[in-house]
């Protein structure tokens, strides 16, 4: 299928950017990433310059997530659209640039509450990948660094920025009861063969945080099975062990962060095709395990 899109980087905002350090390079075997200013550690999981951008503040939540288009034709698209949808972007300064390391950028607010910056021209490390824990790397090649989940009490006007504004696409939705009769919704979202690069939850009622998790999947399965010992060879959290999850067959598990949001970390999900017909309702998160272990 045509691929035009994928995530490109995220960005959060914690009062110490160093507390991440044990889940995202102990743990998930990310290695740092180039930064403009001694404000901003990041992250990355390829050879592109970052992936995940840290940075100082008292949000301890994620305050941006930048979506890659593969041109300037795209680029236009995708703002023409979302102008018409009422989401004007807001262009990029030369020192947004700079920092994003981008030719081209605009910002709009999703209605979640995480600003939306679409990019063109994304830029590569100076230098290779190479984690010193993950050995088989992690799957980014055209579909970006892996996927997000929010939760937002404005799930409606979410969905509809989403697949009206952005572009993706649905590909399937989840409904189950999790606990004491509260039902979950979660709809998942697709710009190219990544089964999603992001998924919205309906919260029933606004929480502390608006990411849920942050997920990257490797190429090898047994990468995953070794993050997984370093996570339990941790003092961090587990809140969902190994398991394989329904709606896209990913094998992960989740690791939680000091910031508390999570990290799943997977291996093997579903591939987005061009005539996917599978865009329907799921009864429960997963076919097996994802239990919480401490």
């Known amino acids: 299928m045509t691929q035009q899109l994928q995530l490109a980087y995220i960005g959060i905002e914690v009062p110490d950017p160093n507390v991440l350090t044990p889940t995202f390079a102990d743990v998930v075997g990310l290695v740092p990433g180039e930064s403009p200013d001694g404000h901003v550690r990041t992250w990355r999981n390829d050879d592109r310059v970052h992936r995940v951008i840290l940075e100082s503040g008292p949000a301890n939540d994620a305050i941006y997530l930048g979506v890659d288009a593969i041109d300037s034709e795209t680029f236009e698209e995708v703002a023409t659209r979302l102008d018409r949808a009422g989401f004007a972007l807001k262009e990029g300064t030369a020192e947004d640039r700079t920092a994003r390391h981008v030719e081209e950028l605009g910002t709009t607010a999703a209605p979640w509450g995480v600003n939306v910056e679409v990019v063109s021209g994304f830029a590569s490390a100076s230098d290779g990948f190479s984690s010193p824990v993950v050995p088989g790397g992690f ?134 095709t061009d005539d996917w017909d599978d865009d329907r309702r799921y009864d429960r998160i997963s076919a097996w395990g994802h239990q919480a272990l401490r």
Request: with cysteine; aromatic share 12%.
């Open 139 to 272: 799957l980014t090649d055209g579909v970006g660094f892996g996927h997000a989940v929010f939760a937002t009490t404005a799930f409606d006007e979410s969905h509809a920025f989403v697949v009206d504004a952005l572009g993706f696409s649905q590909s399937d939705w989840l409904v189950t009861e999790i606990a004491d009769g509260i039902e979950l919704e979660v709809r998942f979202y697709h710009c190219n063969q990544r089964h999603h690069t992001l998924a919205l939850a309906r919260a029933p009622f606004d929480l502390p945080q608006k990411l849920h998790h942050v997920m990257f999947e490797m190429n090898d399965r047994d990468d995953v099975g070794r993050a997984f010992d370093r996570a339990w060879a941790s003092d961090l959290s587990i809140p969902s062990g190994l398991g394989r999850h329904d709606n896209d067959g990913m094998f992960s598990f989740y690791v939680g962060s000091p910031a508390g949001f999570q990290v799943e970390v997977g291996h093997g999900a579903r591939v987005i």
